[in-house]
């Protein structure tokens, strides 16, 4: 499959989604401008102009009316998808490191980093109207975490729960209403990269540094499948239409000391979602990849890495007519 | 040195009238039981060349003095069954065992390289402190401890031995297995730096205090575990077994010796003397026991040497540097010298001829390795400067000097890998060449395949010749490690990461216990045997893929049952779904039907030009 390579990014792409309904692809990187692209023909739609340091996380609500951006200049900012223009900025005490909206759109919930003498946070916040006193607006709820920070979110089936992935790799669910911790799993052993939900919000799919992505039940953390690698995954997707599995990483670049010279061998790596075995590989990044994500209707999916590309392909025939003898 | 056996409560020394020891003491135990142990273990001890303990209970003199005068039968000792060593040679299909250091050295795995996967005979963690060694006949492991060496072997890898060393660092196996030698450099102040064990008893022959070792193995055994030797300023000592003590109890004197080696076939052993001034040097081959001189080849201009044993025995390889020029430098009193014009010599002793006929081979390229063939009458030299490297294959042939049969030009490899049974060779280039790998036969010089096993930092063949494995230790870096396997003919069988891989050692297998008539036999009727095989193969591989459906169905079935409960509950959740969404129905992509809008987008789909008039 030819790839369309999206070029917009001066430094690394730190991640990547489509909207619900998959026309259009945002990607955000440690450049301070997030795009967003038509993802039919890779043609650019704008950029969102206002951050001032990397930007690492982003969401966009199921109208695609907002977009939501977090970034290392200590603020979330929500846009206008349309004009690009911003409509609410909320200034917190570190880098924003994850953020999502929720299944309704009415809320949010975003998370900053540990430093400088404060806990990492989780902060959920009202969506529902966003003005210039979007800032002023105190958060529903405000969870401190004492113990790893929070590398990844992602709201729970019908906006009940708020599933996190930490840095030591244990992954916890909690309660909105309570802000209580309901249960917490422990199966990875190094930091959880990435967390991405199927298609019914009822399994999710967790990346780690530990060389591994595991899906989970959303429901109760209970551990289903893992899939194994011998580099560090970064990010990892299920596909919506077939059981299969995206997984995209690398050795980060300080710690390798040879790497191969051969150029563009940086490969994300497909696995059936139940037999666990890997069945395809997609080369072609210069660098590890950090962010994967497949299209709402399953029939393409994207990537962007290291190197500032986003590469989107889209599956020919023999994707389609794969398949395991069992 | 008595002390350890137990507590000793007395102690006599008797003297003379000059208040000189006689030479023999009186010791009394404790414990009856120390004092059997003290002289099971001593009597007969070689406390240095010119003294033998000689060690007797007191309770002897008694005994010798009333010996009966019926003879009664002794009674047997209870035989201790040590399991069937060998039981790994009886595998019906030839798998051969190998031993895995993963972990970062803290697991060791002993693995069967069965096909289509390899299985896993025995694992345990901390097995060995450091490393793991096979003894050269492949029937014990021994690993490393803080207090000795233990041996393991047998179907279940029981304990066979233990000797104990404290902080024992190097090992080596005598060639029949019969001796085990270890080293600790840094023991306590028993001074016991080195200590010759008997294999199967575990008791302790000899030991040497020696103070730093230049060259490990210091002692090198002759073939048939008859005679060790080793090479000291100026002098050979060579010892026999079992007394052990030296040949004709002097050791061989030979001012200038620098370096010897045992053949391995015959008790025959090779040592060379450096040039003096203008005494030239010398290659000498010795007889043990007779010390007769065999055979003597002087060289002039001689930089260095290297001794090459070919491993069937039937012939020798020296490598001589030469130069042509020395240049003496004055630099505070003293001379320095080094050589210019560097040329390279290979002396081919024919062993097996009569009068040992020496042919000489000239090179005048630096050169990066050199590998007889193991089994055959050829070698292969890796040659040339960093630029280009060349790979040259020369036969030796009884009566005739050797002959060129092939050179290879720039090749990237700087090492070479004969097949334990010989016609195969991997050429590799490691660490610095990125790991390419070439497989040769040589019987017609044709290159079978080349693969790449990038940052490969080892290359071992299996002991029967059909696999090769080629690993990234995690010693020598740490990002991709795990080995892979491949067949003699260079096709990449399996690729294992693993992360953490230390080391892969096959385990040897003891030379063939068929006759070279036998083997010949079965290789003329060998298609007779080949049908046998692959139908077992196929059978192995179509159940290998059967079992693997199987699971996977039963995979899939779990799954599903898991899924249709997710799939009921998210029917059930639909209601709460619309209300999260204002009833705009978002489940699939075109179930909102309402907020549809149709558009009609043109594509050029294709450009055609036609001609309409000249």
């Not at chain 1, 990010?235 to 010279?261: C, K, R």
């Not at chain 2, 135990?29 to 303990?53: E, G, I, M, R």
Request: hydrophobic letters at 35%; one cysteine or more; a negative charge.
């Amino acid at each position: 499959m030819k790839p369309l390579m999206l070029h917009g990014h001066e430094r690394a792409i730190t991640q990547i989604k489509y909207n619900r309904e998959g026309d259009l692809l945002f990607s955000s990187a440690k450049d301070h401008s997030p795009n967003v692209w038509y993802s039919l023909n890779g043609e650019r739609l704008g950029t969102f102009n206002g951050h001032s340091g990397a930007v690492w996380t982003l969401d966009i609500d199921w109208q695609t009316r907002f977009f939501m951006s977090g970034a290392a200049d200590f603020t979330l900012r929500i846009w206008d998808c349309s004009t690009g223009t911003q409509l609410g900025n909320i200034v917190t005490r570190s880098s924003v490191r994850t953020c999502a909206f929720s299944y309704s759109g009415n809320m949010a919930v975003f998370t900053t980093d540990k430093a400088m003498g404060h806990p990492c946070e989780i902060f959920v916040v009202d969506t529902r109207n966003i003005d210039s006193s979007f800032s002023d607006n105190d958060p529903i709820m405000r969870i401190p975490i004492s113990d790893s920070k929070v590398t990844s979110i992602l709201w729970g089936a019908l906006d009940e729960t708020i599933l996190t992935g930490h840095e030591d790799g244990t992954v916890k669910i909690w309660d909105l209403q309570s802000g209580k911790e309901l249960a917490k799993a422990r199966e990875h052993t190094n930091s959880v990269n990435d967390m991405q939900m199927n298609k019914d919000q009822s399994m999710f799919i967790t990346a780690s540094k530990d060389n591994t992505a595991r899906l989970f039940d959303a429901n109760n953390l209970m551990a289903l499948k893992v899939y194994k690698t011998e580099r560090p995954v970064n990010s990892a997707a299920i596909s919506p239409i077939l059981d299969h599995v995206v997984l995209g990483g690398g050795q980060e670049a300080m710690d390798v000391t040879t790497t191969s010279t051969r150029i563009g061998k940086f490969d994300s790596r497909f696995f059936h979602l139940v037999f666990e075995e890997e069945f395809g590989r997609v080369k072609g990044h210069f660098g590890p990849i950090n962010s994967v994500a497949f299209h709402p209707d399953g029939k393409s999916y994207s990537s962007g890495g290291e190197d500032g590309y986003v590469r989107v392909h889209t599956f020919d025939q023999s994707y389609y007519e794969f398949n395991f003898d069992y | 040195m008595y002390g350890k056996f137990g507590t000793i409560i007395n102690e006599f020394y008797p003297t003379d009238e000059k208040n000189v020891t006689k030479g023999f003491i009186f010791l009394e135990y404790k414990n009856p039981s120390d004092a059997v142990d003290a002289v099971n273990a001593t009597n007969n001890y070689k406390l240095d060349k010119q003294h033998t303990f000689l060690v007797n209970h007191y309770s002897d003199f008694e005994k010798y003095s009333n010996i009966p005068d019926e003879w009664t039968v002794p009674e047997p000792q209870e035989y201790k069954d040590q399991g069937n060593l060998h039981y790994y040679l009886l595998d019906p299909d030839a798998y051969d065992q190998y031993c895995l250091i993963c972990s970062g050295g803290s697991t060791v795995q002993i693995w069967q390289n069965a096909a289509p996967e390899p299985t896993v005979v025995e694992e345990r963690p901390n097995w060995t402190e450091t490393y793991v060694r096979w003894s050269p006949l492949g029937t014990y492991m021994a690993t490393f401890h803080a207090r000795g060496v233990a041996l393991w072997g047998g179907p279940k890898f029981k304990q066979i031995m233990r000797f104990s060393h404290t902080g024992v660092q190097l090992i080596d196996f005598s060639p029949c297995e019969r001796y085990l030698v270890t080293y600790s450099p840094d023991g306590p102040s028993d001074q016991r730096r080195v200590i010759i064990w008997d294999v199967r008893t575990g008791a302790e022959k000899r030991s040497f205090s020696l103070d730093g070792v230049s060259l490990w193995p210091v002692f090198r055994w002759s073939p048939d575990d008859k005679f060790f030797a080793r090479i000291g300023q100026d002098v050979l000592s060579v010892y026999e077994t079992p007394s052990f003590g030296l040949l004709d109890k002097r050791s061989i004197k030979i001012p200038g010796i620098r370096d010897f080696a045992w053949s391995p076939t015959d008790n025959i052993l090779v040592y060379w003397v450096a040039e003096d001034k203008d005494v030239p040097a010398r290659v000498c081959l010795l007889e043990i026991p007779s010390r007769q001189e065999v055979r003597a080849n002087n060289l002039f201009n001689v930089a260095d040497c290297k001794i090459h044993w070919q491993k069937s025995g039937d012939y020798l390889c020296v490598k001589v540097d030469r130069y042509s020029k020395v240049k003496k430098e004055k630099n505070d009193a003293k001379y320095s010298v080094s050589f210019c014009g560097m040329y390279y010599n290979f002396e081919i002793f024919h062993m097996r001829e009569k009068l040992i006929p020496v042919d000489s081979v000239e090179i005048k390229e630096p050169i990066h390795a050199f590998a007889w063939e193991p089994v055959g009458s050829k070698f292969a030299i890796i040659h040339g400067d960093q630029h280009s490297i060349n790979v040259s294959f020369y036969g030796v042939k009884q009566g005739q000097p050797p002959s060129l049969l092939k050179k290879f030009e720039k090749r990237q490899c700087n090492h070479l890998f004969w097949s334990p049974t010989g016609q195969f060779i991997v050429l590799a280039g490691l660490r610095s060449m990125h790991g390419s790998l070439e497989f040769i036969d040589t019987n017609e010089f044709v290159v079978m395949n080349a693969g790449e096993h990038y940052t490969a930092s080892d290359v071992e063949w299996d002991p029967t010749g059909r696999y090769v494995v080629t690993g990234v230790s995690s010693w020598k870096q740490k990002v991709d490690n795990g080995f892979w396997l491949w067949s003699f003919q260079g096709k990449k069988l399996k690729k294992h990461n693993i992360d953490g891989f230390c080391q892969l050692m096959w385990r040897p297998r003891p030379p063939s216990l068929l006759s070279a008539k036998q083997q010949k036999e079965i290789k003329k009727n060998l298609k007779k045997y080949t049908p046998q095989f692959e139908s077992k193969d196929r059978m192995r591989s179509t159940r290998a893929s059967k079992e693997l459906i199987e699971k996977r169905c039963q995979l899939m079935k779990t799954f599903e049952e898991y899924r249709q409960k997710n799939i009921q509950a998210w029917n059930e959740a639909k209601t709460r779904r619309l209300e999260l969404r204002n009833n705009v129905d978002t489940d699939e992509l075109e179930s909102d039907t309402k907020n549809v809008e149709e558009e009609e987008i043109e594509f050029l789909v294709k450009e055609e030009h036609t001609v309409i008039e000249e």
